[in-house]
């Protein structure tokens, strides 16, 4: 059974930074892309950045310079760092294996996590 955890949401303020992380479990993990995904109050889902089983990296135009996906095989897990947190952030960011339609992350996706709640707030 395909699992994915994700953790390290919460409450910053402006200009805080957050550590998101997703346990990933029942699939091989390191032959997969994966992605990030938000959906803010009242909004569709967005792609955030993903991160193609070879480590190499993409991100939506809005987050460049401020996020950084990484991954640890050994572990399982994908990371999502995010720094100069601005009010628009605030979401629900969920943890998906990315299917890589043609080759590209964010636009299929095989599997979800529950979510983990970012609120940037002062």
């Known amino acids: 059974e395909v699992q994915l955890v994700e953790s390290g949401g919460g409450l910053v303020q402006p200009g805080g930074s957050l550590r998101l992380s997703c346990a990933a479990s029942?699939?091989?993990?390191?032959?997969?892309?994966m992605s990030w995904v938000r959906q803010a109050p009242g909004k569709g889902l967005e792609w955030v950045s993903g991160?193609?089983?070879?480590?190499?990296?993409r991100y939506a135009d809005s987050e460049k310079g401020r996020f950084t996906i990484s991954r640890d095989n050994a572990k399982n897990t994908v990371y999502l760092q995010m720094n100069s947190l601005k009010l628009e952030d605030t979401a629900v960011y969920y943890c998906?294996?990315?299917?890589?339609?043609?080759?590209?992350?964010?636009?299929?996706?095989?599997?979800w996590g529950q979510g983990t709640q970012v609120t940037v707030s002062s």
């Open positions: 998906a294996i990315d299917k890589t339609l043609n080759g590209i992350l964010g636009r299929k996706y095989l599997s």
């Open positions: 991160i193609y089983a070879d480590g190499t990296t």
């Open positions: 029942g699939f091989t993990f390191s032959r997969s892309a």
